[in-house]
Nanobody
Framework: QLQLVESGGGLVQPGGSLKLSCAGS????????IGWFRQAPGKEREGVSC????????NYADSVKGRFTISRDNAKKTVWLQMNSLKPEDTAVYYC????????????????????WGQGTQVTVSS
């Protein structure tokens, strides 16, 4: 059974850090570029970051550049999103996805297609 399972969300104060994990199973994890997306209440889904299948290429939304870092370990079938200097506007449900396209700007903005998605993890940044 194909699964992507996110974890690591929670409540953090502004300026704090969280590290999200995305664990894959049931498919050829190392074949796919993996991305992180987020959706805040009343807002459209936003692409946050992606990483190529090998881990050698990454891409970030302008809103998180310099604060977030994506990484992966294919042996562990896991992708991480290290989030530092968190802001209240980072509050959202964060989802990971395996999309059948290369990591890049299009990966973060393309409409959903034949993609695999996790169930999401809530991140709340508040004092």
């Amino acid at each position: 059974q194909l699964q992507l399972v996110e974890s690591g969300g929670g409540l953090v104060q502004p300026g704090g850090s969280l590290k999200l994990s995305c664990a894959g199973s049931g498919f050829s994890f190392d074949y796919y570029a993996i991305g992180w997306f987020r959706q805040a209440p009343g807002k459209e889904r936003e692409g946050v970051s992606c990483i190529s299948s090998s881990g050698g290429l990454t891409n970030y939304a302008d809103s998180v550049k310099g604060r977030f870092t994506i990484s992966r370990d294919n042996a562990k079938k896991t992708v991480w999103l290290q989030m530092n200097s968190l802001k209240p506007e980072d509050t959202a449900v964060y989802y990971c996805a395996a999309r059948g396209m290369p990591c890049g700007s299009y990966y973060l903005t393309a409409s959903p297609g034949s993609d695999y998605w996790g169930q999401g993890t809530q991140v709340t940044v508040s004092s």
